[in-house]
């Protein structure tokens, strides 16, 4: 029999998984416009000529593939399998399906293409683009070194930048510790602590957000002040101040989009983190409905909790790792 504390486990680890997949498609149309009132929350498409023009309601980005990516591999291999990671990267680079990618991941790729090597392909760029990998490695481990070890190297496939690295590890110490605890002090504690020791600036840009957040400062003048780009100094303050100034996940949400820039990748951190929190049924439901491959991601989730929590598929007789493939027909990459 299952405690209830398991229960609320299951149920946060499947929150943070679909709360990262939905942030990052209500955020997807706003992508690099100026930011806005907070809106009601809905999917919507990008206007003609925007990056994700191509992109359908409820559709994720670049985030959201590469969560698909490394959270089928966690739920397959143990340790992380980099190899199989680094083709995966370049294959869908190769297959042009990758959503709007950010600019480290393509010319990671486009090296790995020139050099034949997979492993030596990292950039040195302080981007957010491999911080989405946070949210399926945080989900997969129960030792935090581990953890931070291996998401380490996974990062520096596409990044082989301090600050993009300490904002990925970072992130995953405080989901891990929200998704296991609920406890977002000691979350919070956890990803300042990453960062100090990581990357004193982005330390001292966090201290800043939770000021903005502490004196009430409008969401506005801390997105100007903050900054929404898709930098690392940038966008893990920004998803931090929200987090701390907007207690429900519908006004999370809704203010995450709003920011504009790299919203996509700012909701996608406050849905994880909402998720984490509060568990799976505190979001929008018919929004996670509509979330794409939405039944894909919440049996990865349940996989990797299986993969942290190897008791629990010893309780229930299951094994803790199948193929991640059986639920769907084609390859890992994900286009429509």
């Known amino acids: 029999m299952i405690s209830d504390s398991r229960s609320q486990a299951r149920e946060r680890y499947k929150g943070c998984l679909l709360g990262a997949v939905l942030g990052d498609a209500l955020g997807m149309p706003y992508e690099t416009l100026p930011s806005r009132p907070p809106q009601p929350l809905s999917f919507k498409k990008a206007y003609r000529g925007h990056p994700?023009?191509?992109?359908?309601?409820?559709?994720?980005t670049d985030d959201g593939q590469l969560i698909l990516i490394s959270a089928r591999i966690l739920s397959e291999s143990s340790p992380f399998d980099v190899c199989a990671y680094a083709k995966e990267l370049l294959r869908t680079h190769n297959l042009r399906k990758f959503r709007y990618a950010d600019g480290a991941v393509v010319s990671a790729c486009k090296k790995m293409e020139l050099s034949k090597n997979l492993l030596g392909s990292g950039i040195n760029s302080g981007t957010s683009g491999c911080i989405s990998l946070a949210v399926p490695f945080s989900l997969a481990y129960a030792d935090k070194k581990e953890m931070a070890k291996e998401l380490f190297s996974a990062c520096s496939i596409t990044h082989a930048n301090t600050t993009a690295q300490a904002g990925a590890v970072g992130l995953s110490l405080f989901l891990k510790t929200l998704a296991d605890t609920g406890d977002a002090a000691a979350a919070f504690q956890a990803l300042d602590t990453a960062?100090?020791?990581?990357?004193?600036?982005?330390?001292?840009?966090?201290?800043h957000a939770y000021s903005l957040a502490a004196h009430k400062t409008p969401l506005q003048h801390a997105a100007a002040e903050l900054g929404t780009s898709s930098y690392i100094y940038q966008t893990l303050p920004l998803a931090a101040y929200l987090c701390r100034s907007f207690e429900r996940p519908d006004t999370l949400l809704s203010a995450a989009v709003s920011c504009g820039g790299n919203a996509g990748t700012i909701a996608m951190i406050c849905g994880a983190f909402a998720g984490a929190r509060f568990g799976l049924s505190a979001l929008p439901a018919d929004l996670v409905r509509g979330v794409e491959r939405a039944g894909i991601f919440g049996e990865l989730a349940e996989k990797l909790y299986l993969r942290s929590h190897p008791e629990s598929a010893a309780d229930e007789g299951e094994p803790a790792e199948k193929d991640a493939d059986e639920t769907e027909t084609g390859g890992t990459s994900d286009m429509p």
């Open 52 to 60: 994700n023009e191509l992109l359908l309601p409820g559709q994720y």
């Open 195 to 207: 960062a100090e020791n990581m990357c004193p600036e982005l330390y001292l840009r966090l201290s």
